[in-house]
């Protein structure tokens, strides 16, 4: 993860004066090039990327992905209203959601994507209810892996996916209902580090991936998880040799299918975290005992994964790069005892009115925001090219009070 140069402190610095703090500030070009450097390091002819919306549903950022032809992956009826109202075509939108109400299950059908069922339960009654039809089905590939075990998405404790175990009653309900199943998915984790687990992941689902399992397969979706370092310490991933052996594995499975099918990757976290900095100024400096707080005009409604998942967000200080370190806990504004962004942080002496950037923002940063505490989400500023467009206003308080009062059914 490289250090904001002298010129880019100064433009966000700049952005935080005109837009104002809280900020989340996106480097749209780092976006398509993250994008599309995964189809440099994974050589398959027949490959898609499908963006997982979920990290980051900010609609100039939809947007500059699908200028760039990109897929994606959804988890709710609303991320699929916003695709197609953004001209996402129905084709080029995989439905990955679990727990899903009938009739959420018919306002997604009626849309046209296709769908990708996680459980026994859910295939049954998508069945009945549109035999015949194309599906994908998602299973749990029996491997743990990922950054914290709230992002861990297979193995035994695990909500995802239908046990591998469970392919023979999952043929007969196809069969049952002549479902053509046209893809088998699975989603191990997030930020995997070892690239071996995913190597496995891939070869467990492989395995059940046979002609007489599935005669029908067009495509096989390995899901997201690529790790992004967030400590500056951390070492980036070789992607290029790991791109390899994901080619090596697939070609030799296709040689056995004997077809060659596409394959999918539903990436969230790298196409867009490195890209996002969240802004918030230092309003209040405090000693507390052996603690010095900097208190910021943010928090955890803004930016959840450090209290979620114990993340790392290299923090810097933009108003004061050259002072001297000293140990900072960085706190919120909320009302809430857990409420820091980073705790006993080495971060060049800090001001009050001091601006500071939070770093690899990008990615579950805005999608996880909440207006707990009733404070509003920041603006959101996409730069493309060295301009800046404004995609999302913060909403003032008042507005943001009337928008309650205008949802309440008296
Ligand atoms: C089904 C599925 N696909 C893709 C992703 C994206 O993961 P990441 O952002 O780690 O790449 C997730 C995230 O949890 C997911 O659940």
Redesign the pocket.
């Given at each position: 993860m490289s250090n904001i140069t002298s010129e880019e402190r100064e433009k966000l610095l700049e952005y935080a004066v005109k837009y104002s703090t809280p900020l989340y500030v996106y480097n749209g070009d780092l976006i398509i090039q993250r994008y599309k450097e995964l189809y440099e390091y994974i050589k398959w002819n027949k490959l898609r990327i499908?963006y997982?919306v979920?990290?980051n549903y900010n609609v100039g950022i939809l947007k500059l992905l699908k200028s760039s032809g990109a897929f994606l992956?959804t988890?709710s009826p609303a991320e699929v209203h916003l695709a197609l109202k953004l001209g996402f075509a129905k084709e080029d939108i995989l439905y990955?959601a679990n727990n899903i109400t009938d009739q959420e299950m018919h306002e997604v059908k009626n849309l046209g994507v296709l769908f990708?069922l996680g459980s026994i339960s859910r295939l049954k009654k998508y069945a009945r209810a549109y035999p015949g039809t194309e599906v994908c089905l998602?299973f749990n590939p029996d491997v743990v892996a990922?950054?914290h075990k709230n992002?861990m998405?297979g193995g035994d404790i695990t909500k995802?996916g239908i046990l591998l175990s469970e392919v023979d009653a999952v043929k007969e309900i196809v069969k049952e209902y002549d479902l053509k199943v046209i893809g088998l998915?699975e989603?191990t984790?997030?930020?995997?580090g070892e690239t071996e687990k995913v190597f496995t992941s891939m070869k467990n689902l492989l395995g059940i991936a046979s002609r007489e399992n599935f005669p029908g397969l067009q495509f096989i979706?390995f899901?997201?998880?690529?790790?992004i370092p967030y400590k500056p310490t951390t070492p980036r991933i070789d992607y290029a040799s790991f791109g390899e052996k994901i080619g090596a594995i697939f070609t030799e499975f296709c040689e056995r299918y004997r077809k060659e099918l596409y394959m999918y990757?539903?990436?969230?976290?790298?196409?867009?975290?490195e890209a996002g900095i969240l802004l918030v100024e230092v309003n209040t400096l405090k000693q507390n005992r052996e603690r010095l707080i900097a208190g910021t005009n943010s928090g955890f409604n803004h930016l959840i994964r450090p209290i979620l998942y114990g993340s790392y967000h290299q923090i810097e200080n933009l108003s004061n790069p050259a002072g001297k370190p000293k140990v900072y806990d960085v706190a919120g504004n909320l009302c809430e005892t857990g409420d820091y962004f980073a705790e006993q942080r080495e971060i060049p002496e800090i001001r009050e009115g001091d601006i500071l950037a939070v770093k690899n923002s990008g990615?579950?940063g805005y999608s996880m925001g909440s207006l707990y505490n009733l404070r509003a989400m920041p603006a959101e500023v996409l730069v493309i090219n060295g301009e800046d467009i404004l995609t999302t206003k913060r909403l003032s308080n008042s507005e943001l009070a009337d928008r309650l009062i205008d949802s309440y059914l008296k």
């Open positions: 499908l997982a979920k990290a992956d988890v990955t990708n998602r990922g950054a992002v998405t995802f998915h989603h984790g997030s930020g995997i979706d899901g997201g998880g690529f790790k990757f539903e990436p969230g976290k790298y196409i867009v975290s990615a579950y």
